[in-house]
């Protein structure tokens, strides 16, 4: 009943932490242009250095929850005093001082209807509520799973941010893991995925903060909501993922990058862009392309302004900040695998990791669009229209931006869009280069809808009839949007307000409950589970993927009898295993080795050393039929 | 000694006013416009903007068609 109460408050006690955290850091440059610059920026650092610190105290083996714990009673501390602070601070931002803010500018163009503004707040409400009730539900998404809350769990468990050789994202950059770990700590996984709910807020607020220097502050709350509308972002936001992480982070990056060039005010503005892209970079590798694409407009400017030293300057310290911030995860990649981008760019590496897949799968699904120039203007096109394509319709962009942008050619020039669309321009190509997952995208969703907005604006010139025929179908793609959103609470209501416990819910929802619970019952020191699926949150053990393990050591065949296949795991320290199988052809295939040698051994007479604990048939919301089995590896 | 209140002379006043005036009309003509204003605005033909009104709708369309199935 109290258990998403409890999420919340944990949930709450982590943002509070991070002002807390963030204010003096705020503060210090003098980010704190406004009220709403001065929040946003403040969670934001607060969550790069709380991050950065609980990695450091995981590498040196301090990872205990009740330390955790005290350390963010102390950050809410923090938080509480900054907050008290906000009298005085709402003081200082009504004295002028220095440039003045870009929120108190206002542009040259009518501000937006009341109507418009009130329709978009309420849909974007609607939007976020939508998806705070299906993020207040347990996790099941399976990349959720997989990796993104199996590791902090891993991490927790053994008191320490350790090299798993068996797993390939344990030296990724890591910094939304460690948030997850963070609210593991204090709660459990509900508390994690409201976390990545709160980064998609966090995500809309930069979205305000980048357009306010474009458009005005009234507008770019209507480019803020047109954010929490786009089908991807609230999906993201109903699942802890690093997508919205590292969106937030990127859009932060160019608003103050914008701040420091477009509108001079002051080279702090370039500390606060390296901070941002050193919390981008320590979240994904994507931020690398992110990076490089704000690399084009940064030429640009350094070849038209008169102040060339100045952009030299500023270059320069947003390197060496985002450096500093992100170079821990490169250093160890690098020091672990011998590659500080493992599992990309390194041509041997690179190698090993196109083999271990076939290349039907790889290339066909991961680079739907081919490399042809012609496809890279059509893609948008393929993107919006057929995004199972390009990694599922759940993370699509939806219709809003297609329909919109081309609206930019009847738009008059307005300062910085250039700037934003060079850099989503180049992001887009460099993704069409590299890898063609519409999740990969959101980072260019904030600078899309900014462009959107600019054309919404724009609209207001043209005559009445086509104006209404725009605006009209406009309204119902927001609306539609909204309900997607909406339609993300079926049957996660009763759960999400604590009507029904968690446990029925993932009995009913997730695949490998199930099995978890019979395991995690009889649990045992140094149980090692060997699964043929990835989702391996739920196991309060170590578990290592078969198709990882088969790859690095090959252990189908290190033994030649099919009696000798539980002896030879066990022997490796294996003490379980879970075997899934398809049943129908529909969803995610298995990779058969591992249930097709234990089918093996049980014809022999060595079957009874394998001992079936479960065995179950789980009908997936994607219409799979899967056979699972959960097998104790007898002595 | 207090001094005297003296009234402002209204003939000075309006030059005054005038004087201002005059002054953010020069500046106006020769000072750019605020940096981050537009050209000014002006009313967009009607056929630009119907070709656009016409994409979103057929857009829309197109994708709405797509994701119920009806098209591919």
Known sequence: MFDPLISMGAFLAIGLAAFGLGSPLARAPRLEDDLLTGTVWS???????????????????????????????????????????????????????????????????????????RGMAVLALAAGVGTLIAALAPPTAGDALCYHLDLPKTFLLQHAIRFLPDSDGSTYPLLTEIWYLWALALDGPVAAQLVHWGLGILLALATVVLATDLVGRRWAWIAGAA???IPGVQNQMTAPLNDLALAAMTTLALAAWCRAVLSDAGQRWFVAAGMAAGGALSIKYTALLFLAAMAVPAAWTFLRQPRRFAIVQGVAIVAVVAISVSGIWYVRAAWYRGNPLYPFALPAVASRAIERQPAADGFATKMPLGHSPARFVSGLWEVTMHPERFGG???????????????????????????????GLVYWMLWCLLRQNVRFLLPIVPLGTVAVTWCWIEMRRYPWAPRLAAGLTFALILAACCGLALTRCQGRTAVALGLRSRAAYLEENEPTWRAATVMNRTLAAGDHLLSQDVRAYYFNCLVTREIVYRRGVAYDRQFTEPAQFSQSLRKAGFTHLLLVENLNGRGIAFDSTLSRLADAQWKTPAGPSLVTLADYRFQDSDGALRHYRLVRLGE | MIAPLRLPDPETVETRRRLRRAHRLVASTLLPERRSSPPAASGVPAWQAWMVAAWVVVVAACYFASMLGLWH
């Open chain 1, 43 to 117: 969670v934001a650092l607060g969550l790069i250095v709380g991050g950065l610190g609980l990695a450091g105290l995981g590498l040196v083996g301090g990872l205990y929850a009740p330390w955790i714990g005290v350390l963010s009673l102390a950050a809410c501390c923090l938080g509480i005093k900054a907050l008290l602070r906000g009298h005085t601070r709402r003081q200082q931002f009504d004295a002028p001082h220095g440039p003045p803010a870009a929120a108190d500018e206002e542009p040259s163009w009518a501000p937006p209807p009341a109507w418009l503004s």
């Open chain 1, 393 to 423: 319709r759940s993370h699509q962009l939806g219709v809003l931006l297609l329909a919109a942008l081309p609206g930019l050619v009847t738009a008059r020039r307005l300062r910085g869009l250039g700037t934003l669309l060079s850099v």
């Open chain 1, 227 to 229: 954010v929490l509308l």
